[in-house]
């Protein structure tokens, strides 16, 4: 993203280049016609002689009577300036005046000769007041810039605090449950109670550290589902069944870290019951161009409005979606045969 400071910088730049421009365009055609250095010094001077005031009305209007004046709590003397300012160099320029040539009064006459050096005057004002207009124009132009700028980086701030305030939105009773499952495991099989640690420090650590990026790989954030349903799965009986088919694409891919995980969570949650069969089946796959990750789970009436498809995870998830990937994403969710899915497309990731 661009600067203030930068944009600023920019425009200094291209605005001396261009009265640069001004001064020398005359005498350069002019050497490139005549091939008189001498020449082409005369008309050097003589532009410089004419453009000089309109330069220093620009530049004075530019970086010290519209930003300290006219932006500020000083507009009267802004005008009072650039009264005595136009008066000076309308002095400076046309009086003493010059004695017209005589072949000026022959062609013209003495009435029209007058009438042209008064039209000089007003032309002079008038383009004076041009310059001063032009400079207040393109200092709003880039106040409106900065303060546009400003806005985007106000609101690219908000958006990160809020992404990473919901990407560490993961359930703790996770970590308690996984605790106490280990634990009970340590009893039955120190093996697998070793192996599942080393799990859990994996997860741990990816969530915590590895998941800071804005973008992670997708094979890490694979290796970090495998552990989570492995865990996860340490809670549930054998009247469970999970089934998973995590398929990564022939090349590596980036992708929002955290962004499956409340969909998994919110199926062992919702969708396991000791008392009967369940079902919870995650399938990440390519169609095309699109990323597409499906997660199904058995539906078991509840009393209460804790039930799949809602709670904090999934709307956190809804909004990052709406952060990270916006118009480029669709989310669906359904219930039917008594299975609960929720499906996330990601379009043109791959």
Same mark, same amino acid.
């Given at each position: ?194 192996? #599942?640690?080393?799990? +859990?420090?994996?997860?741990?650590? !990816?969530?915590?550290?590895? @998941?800071? =990026? $804005? ?103 809804? #909004?990052?979606?709406? +952060?990270?990937?916006?118009?480029? !994403?669709?989310?669906?969710? @359904?219930? =039917? $045969? ?13």
């Amino acid at each position: 993203m661009q600067t203030p400071l930068r944009s600023k910088l920019i425009v200094n730049v291209a605005q001396i280049i261009v009265w640069a421009g001004i001064f020398l365009t005359p005498s350069l055609v002019t050497w490139t016609m005549t091939g008189s250095s001498g020449t082409a010094l005369g008309v050097l001077y003589g532009t410089a002689k004419t453009v000089f005031p309109f330069f220093l009305v620009y530049f004075l209007n530019y970086f010290l009577l519209v930003p300290k004046c006219l932006y500020g709590s000083h507009r009267r003397g802004f005008y009072l300036f650039n009264l005595l300012l136009i008066t000076l160099l309308t002095l400076w320029v046309f009086f003493p005046r010059e004695p017209v040539p005589q072949e000026v009064l022959d062609q013209f006459g003495e009435k029209n000769a007058w009438a042209i050096y008064v039209g000089g005057i007003v032309a002079h004002v008038f383009f004076q007041l041009i310059i001063i207009l032009l400079a207040v124009g393109v200092r709003y132009t880039m106040r409106a810039h900065d303060a546009l700028l400003q806005a985007e980086e106000e609101r690219r701030k908000s958006t990160e605090a809020e992404l990473t305030w919901l990407k560490n939105q993961l359930n703790p009773h996770f970590l308690f449950n996984t605790l106490n499952n280990i634990s009970s495991l340590t009893q039955i099989d120190p093996d697998q109670a070793q192996e #599942r640690i080393g799990q +859990l420090s994996d997860t741990l650590r !990816y969530a915590l550290y590895d @998941s800071e =990026a $804005e973008k992670v790989p997708l094979s890490g954030e694979v290796a970090f589902m495998d552990n989570y349903i492995d865990l996860m799965a340490l809670r549930c009986s054998e009247r469970t069944r999970v089934e998973r088919s995590l398929i990564l694409p022939d090349h590596e891919v980036m992708i929002a870290p955290l962004l499956f995980i409340s969909l998994i969570e919110n199926a062992f949650k919702h969708g396991v019951s000791a008392r009967n069969d369940s079902l919870i089946r995650m399938d990440l796959h390519t169609e095309g161009k699109d990323l597409c990750f499906v997660c199904e789970n058995t539906v078991f009436e509840k009393e209460t409005v804790d039930r799949s498809g809602s709670g904090i995870g999934l709307v956190n998830l809804r #909004r990052r979606l709406e +952060l990270i990937y916006p118009g480029q !994403y669709t989310y669906r969710q @359904s219930v =039917a $045969e008594g299975l609960y899915r929720v499906e996330i497309r990601l379009k043109n990731l791959l």
